[in-house]
């Protein structure tokens, strides 16, 4: 079952959120922890139609339970909004409800367990390729990640109608 217990990525994807942890050698950093990024690539790789196969072997890096508990709302959140809005892999609005809140920790909620782990890694691998590829000095990197966050406030600055609808319900 998802998020309850360490989380571990492997091979490239650990390479890659290292890297992306690690960026600045100094005090700043684009993330602070890897639970960060943890949080971040999902939505990331879903917004962005990115997802990736497995990789294994070579590094890895670890993402605590311990840690990972004090922000486990704010994952379930994001597992159950991407599980929501992912009319691709299910085009059924009540069968993507029940894919959310009510198969989860069961063996039907397995195959969307592990699309969600795709999105993970599709928005680590973006993560990577916007902000890290293209740097090479810290200025660089500050320049990337002002230009991706201006590329995604252009295309996602204005809230669907669909996402607020769902938050609506949600605190309801």
Not at 43 to 52: D, E
Not at 119 to 146: A, C, H, M, Q, W
């Amino acid at each position: 079952m998802i998020f309850n217990g360490d989380y571990q990525f492997k091979g490239e994807y650990a390479e890659k959120v290292n890297f992306l942890r690690d960026a600045f050698s100094g005090t700043n950093s684009l993330f602070n922890r890897i639970l960060d990024i943890y949080i971040l690539a999902p939505i990331v790789g879903f917004l962005y139609n990115r997802t990736a196969p497995i990789s294994s072997g070579g590094m890895t890096a670890n993402v605590l339970y311990e840690a990972m508990s004090k922000e486990l709302e704010t994952l379930w959140f994001n597992y159950r909004l991407i599980i929501l809005l992912d009319k691709e892999h299910e085009p059924d609005f009540e069968k993507r409800v029940n894919k959310a809140f009510r198969y989860y920790g069961k063996e039907e909620a397995l195959p969307d367990e592990s699309r969600y782990e795709s999105f993970v890694r599709g928005g680590v691998e973006l993560l990577y390729e916007k902000l890290i590829v293209p740097s090479r000095t810290e200025e660089d990197y500050l320049k990337n990640l002002y230009d991706f966050m201006e590329e995604f406030e252009e295309r996602y600055g204005q809230a669907s109608d669909e996402i607020v609808d769902l938050c609506k319900l949600a605190r309801k």
